[in-house]
């Protein structure tokens, strides 16, 4: 029974969401705001604690909009080997060739991002405050979540592996051990992206490519590892949860070389170059002269909405995601 009762656990802490873990996008979106322009910052400054309690906020709809899943990753190896060619990047090509509903049950992640940088930039144009402080929170979790391998493999958590656990082992438990005491946020400053559909493909095709690493280190560790310690238990707000060991993350976290904290900087250095992009766009509108400066009765229900639909989620629907 105490056995069934730590398995739970486990679940519930290793599979809460298949993208960067909370923890971690809220981070990425607190950090890009340090790479903004004066002019930007003016805006996303005091608003930091929106962007980044907001970063969530596309995990969150997932258990309320069907069509929300698909947003965030890509099977990309259902496309063949590295670099995928057979894929066109030109959704009309893409659609053509495949079908929008297939593409969509393999993941349309990189043809969202695109999506969410028109409705940013628009935003910027209207001088909406309140939009653009929900579209940069939100267009922050999409770019984000395709920097993280396992959101370019249809082997998203292990499960055709033998190694169920390990998404959010990657992209929870690691960065929640070492990103504040260990690993290095001084990033530089955005820059404009000339092509940002481009940019964005390529960031993909590169966690397609590291995919398979991220798997075989994970199974390589597991057998050299003694079993008895690979896991270890842990107080959490008074519930005693097993979690892999600081001793296997650490370890894991080196045989990666560093990659994970690599990918978090890199998502940072995207995000704050999307935003900064698509208000050079929009004309380098004024950001201290803004209209519609309160969310409207309509967000804040969607802000309650989202997060009732989230407490209201069972662990178990959570995995099948
Ligand atoms: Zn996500």
Redesign the pocket.
Known sequence: MKKFFFFLALLWLTQD?F?WGFYAHRKINNYAIFLLPPEMMVLYKPFADFITDHAVD??KRRYILLQEGPR?FIDIDHYGKYPYRQLPHKWKDAIAKFSEDSLKTYGIGPWWVPIMLQRLTKAFKEKDQAKILKLSAETG?YIA?LHVPLHASSNHNGQLSDQKGIHGFWESRIPELLADTEWDFFIGKAEYLKDPADFIWHRVLESGAAADTVLHYEKELSRAFPTDQKFSFEDRNGIIIRQYSSAYSKKYNEKLKGMIERRMRQSIFAVASFWYTAWINAGQPDLTRLANKDFGTDDQKEFEDLNTAWRNSPSTEREHE
Do not use: F
Request: glycine residues 0%.
């Open positions: 969401c993208c596309p995990d965030h979790h979540d």
